[in-house]
């Protein structure tokens, strides 16, 4: 008798998801993962010396517009009220973020009104939108030269290693401008943090015994795995083709963590730094994301990461995808070779050469698996 019906390589949140709804259809799959932890990118752990929950690969935070998203999520974890909120440091001042009325009469030394701003704003940009093709014309174009100078050109120039001059404008599209005082920085109806930590969420995905696991079990380089098997692939895709087409860009982040005896570094939980002068990019204060684990939040220990970006190396994690036209031209190669692979799903954010969010990771995971993965497994058990 068949031991398992699928083969997921990757247990990231893709390929948690798609396991648990084949597991939920009946069938027996087998995640295998080359790291020793499940999770992903999203993985976190609770730090033995503080109980701080600490997210080993970078700050997340759930936010979703998806009532489906949401209700899927709370199956497997209650969550909490936690509201995000960020503030950037320029010029040894403190402002809130994204740009409101607050960031933007702080700047000004001001009081203006909604009307008062919108206009002073205005007065300050340059070129017209559609024309913008740099992430700097674009910038200019949307909120002034002042505010751009202040908030975004130091902190993009060291996101990226580019000057904001020589990158594509469709990048600048996350961070809106507000011309009132709300300063929560994700609007989604739903959002909040896994009441018991992320890894418990994820454990719980994949609770139904049907479901088998394999830390340490590298697709390329473990003889055991059964590649005969229908295949939910969630890793690099130019690995996957042997890089026929290229290595395909990514930019990685390396953290420097700081341990102070106090109850707050930093009085919240991401601080930007805007300027050049500091050469990280933001700072992390891990325990500020659950200020209802009272024990450890008022505790005098706190954690703090710096986070600093920098082009991937072949050794290197891969966190976000470059995409330039090399880069573009690349993955067409390899999707063209995807669709020749009649056993095999490609899928998440590394299959796939794309930023998503969790939640958009769990939708797209959640449609693949009823279009293409349950078909395969149907077509499987005939
Ligand atoms: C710094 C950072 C911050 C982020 N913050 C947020 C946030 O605040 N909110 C939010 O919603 N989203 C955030 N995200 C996005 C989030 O991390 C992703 O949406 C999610 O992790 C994608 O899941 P995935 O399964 O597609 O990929 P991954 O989490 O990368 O999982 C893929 C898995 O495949 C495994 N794998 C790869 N190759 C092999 C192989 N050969 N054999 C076996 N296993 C293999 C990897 O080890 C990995 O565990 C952030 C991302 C980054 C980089």
């Given amino acids: ?68 998203v949401w209700k899927y999520v709370n199956r497997f974890s209650s969550f909490t009220s936690y509201r995000h909120h960020v503030f950037a440091l320029h010029e040894g001042r403190i402002y809130p973020m994204p740009i409101n ?34 992430l700097e014309e674009r910038a200019v174009a949307l909120i002034g030269r002042d505010l751009y100078e202040a908030f975004i050109r130091d902190y993009t120039y060291k996101q990226w290693q580019t000057d904001p001059r020589d990158l594509t404008a469709s990048i600048f599209t996350r961070l809106p401008i507000r011309f009132n005082y709300d300063a929560s920085y994700f609007t989604d109806p739903y959002q909040g943090q896994p009441k018991e930590g992320f890894c ?76 050049m002068t500091d050469p990280s990019t933001r700072s992390i204060e891990f325990k500020a994301f659950n200020p209802e684990r009272k024990e450890v939040f008022e505790s005098k220990k706190t954690v703090v990461w710096d986070e600093y970006s920098r082009f991937a190396g072949k050794d ?48 797209s995971a959640l449609e693949i698996f009823e279009k293409k993965v349950l078909p395969m497994l149907r077509n499987g058990k005939k």
């Avoid at 709804?21 to 730090?47: C, T």
């Avoid at 026929?244 to 109850?263: N, Q």
Wanted: net charge negative; proline share 4%.
């Fill in 1 to 68: 008798m068949k031991k398992y019906d699928l083969l997921v390589v990757g247990a990231g949140l893709f390929g948690l998801t798609i396991s648990q709804r084949a597991a939920e259809e009946g069938y027996s799959p087998l995640v295998i993962d080359k790291r020793n932890h499940i999770g992903g990118n999203a993985y976190s752990y609770f730090d033995r010396d503080t109980g701080i929950e600490i997210h080993k690969y970078g700050a997340h935070l759930f936010h979703t517009k998806s009532e489906k």
């Fill in 200 to 275: 418990s969420l994820f454990g719980s995905m994949i609770q139904d015994p049907k479901i088998e696991v394999r830390l340490e079990c590298d697709y390329f380089e473990d003889s055991s795995v059964p590649k005969d098997l229908p295949t939910v692939y969630t890793g690099p895709i130019d690995r996957y083709f042997g890089y026929r087409c290229g290595v395909l860009g990514w930019r990685t982040i390396d953290f420097k963590e700081k341990r102070y005896d106090l109850e707050s570094f930093q009085g919240c939980p991401v601080l930007n730094k805007s300027d």
């Fill in 101 to 134: 009325l607050g960031t933007i009469n702080q700047y000004y030394s001001s009081a203006m009104s909604p009307e008062q701003a919108k206009k002073l704003v205005e007065s300050k940009t340059e070129g017209a939108l559609k024309d913008a093709k740099s």
């Fill in 316 to 363: 290197d994690e891969p966190y976000y995808p470059i995409g330039t036209r090399k880069d573009k031209d690349m993955l067409a190669g390899y999707e063209a070779m995807a669709k020749e692979e009649k056993k095999v799903v490609f899928g998440g954010r590394l299959g796939e050469y794309a930023y998503y969010n969790m939640d958009q990771t769990i939708a």
